[in-house]
């Protein structure tokens, strides 16, 4: 479909017609009213800073999660480690000879030379429970 010269002129503006049309003062107006639309589209948009705070809060509680459950996988090898060197409970019965640890006394010189057990005993009597006096 061709267009006639006449036509092209008629659609073409001419220069006066531009700046008029693109005047500073119809700039402004256009960046206001553009500023406008802007700002009433932002304001309908969810926060970014609410999204990233609450993905910074979820990135944390992950964390958390991790160390404790290292801390709990720590624990439990060192309950283990414990136990396992841990010496059994002692059953004494009667007649059994046993040695009895003492605390030195501190009168001020070495108690490198001092003995360290009281013994060898005899065991004359059981105490009920779990007291060993």
């Not at 999204?51 to 964390?63: D, F, P, T, V």
């Not at 040695?99 to 009597?125: C, D, F, I, L, W």
Request: proline share 5%; hydrophobic share 25%.
């Amino acid at each position: 479909m061709a267009i006639s010269e006449s036509d092209a002129t008629r659609c073409k503006p001419g220069i006066d017609d531009w700046f008029k049309l693109n005047s500073p003062d119809d700039l402004v107006e256009k960046l206001d009213d553009y500023d406008t639309l802007r700002s009433t589209f932002r304001s309908k948009q969810p926060r970014k800073e609410g999204r990233h705070s609450l993905l910074l809060q979820i990135q944390e509680n992950n964390k958390n999660v991790e160390n404790s459950k290292s801390d709990n996988d720590s624990l439990v090898k060192t309950n283990a480690y414990y136990d396992k060197k841990k010496s059994g409970k002692v059953s004494l019965r009667k007649g059994d000879i046993v040695a009895v640890r003492r605390n030195p006394t501190t009168t001020g010189e070495s108690t490198k030379k001092q003995p360290r057990y009281r013994g060898p005993m005899v065991v004359t009597e059981i105490l009920p429970g779990e007291s060993h006096n």
